[in-house]
């Protein structure tokens, strides 16, 4: 029994640094990804901008149109139901 404890303590003691390692700074884990440079930010603002005044010339849509609108036909309107009345006698 104690060779088991010992065994486990140490396996115990030995993963306690895992952690640790797993939260150091300075590892790049994506080294493809690099920060721009600031002339490449700014042609990316210049980008952007352009973008957003491009949409801006865009017409607003007057309604919603239906281009299928003249080719469907109306929808059938339901006839009007005549109110039943009652007839016979009512016996229980």
């Known amino acids: 029994m104690r060779i088991f404890c010992a065994a486990l303590l140490a ?9 640790v390692w797993a939260q150091a700074p300075h590892l790049n884990m994506m080294p ?24 801006k010339k865009i017409p607003d849509a007057k309604g919603a149109s239906d281009p299928w609108g003249a080719v469907r036909a ?19």
């Open 11 to 19: 396996s115990l003691v030995a993963a306690l640094p895992v952690p």
């Open 74 to 92: 109306e929808p059938a309107k339901p006839a009007t139901a005549k109110p039943k009345t009652k007839t016979g006698s009512a016996g229980n």
């Open 32 to 55: 493809e990804l690099q920060s721009k440079t600031p002339e490449e930010k700014e042609a990316e603002a210049a980008r952007e901008k352009a973008y957003r005044e491009s949409l």
